[in-house]
Nanobody
Framework: QVQLVESGGGSVQAGGSLRLSCAAS????????MGWFRQAPGKEREGVAF???????TYADSVKGRFTISKDNAKNSLYLQMNSLKPEDSAMYYC????????????????WGQGTQVTVSL
């Protein structure tokens, strides 16, 4: 019954901004790791940004300096502020949680939202 619901996607022009939100429910919010992934047509799903229980963050090289991940434990919410958007940022963006913070070695413990579409045009 873990549920993650993304919102905030849309269509913007290059250079614009979007703020994605993820509402989480069905588990006790604590020392979990959360992140944002994206998948564009014809490409593999890739990790974009991650935040752990100590609020330490990690970003893909392609988004460093432009995206900011944050969370509000009291609200069980995750956010992704995306600035200076580029056409190559266009993708379906997914919110995810991992209870052991082992994204690659324990993929069975990952939970996903339904995704929200981001489209960046010239």
């Amino acid at each position: 019954q873990v549920q993650l619901v993304e919102s905030g996607g849309g269509s913007v022009q290059a250079g614009g901004s979007l703020r994605l939100s993820c509402a989480a429910s069905g588990y006790t919010y604590g020392r979990t790791c959360m992140g944002w992934f994206r998948q564009a047509p014809g490409k593999e799903r890739e990790g974009v940004a991650f935040i752990d229980g100590d609020r330490s963050t990690t970003y893909a090289d392609s988004v460093k300096g432009r995206f900011t991940i944050s969370k509000d434990n009291a609200k069980n919410s995750l956010y992704l502020q995306m600035n200076s958007l580029k056409p190559e940022d266009s993708a379906m963006y997914y919110c995810a949680v991992h209870f052991q913070c082992m994204w690659s070695s324990r993929p069975d413990l990952r939970y996903w939202g339904q995704g929200t579409q981001v489209t960046v045009s010239l």
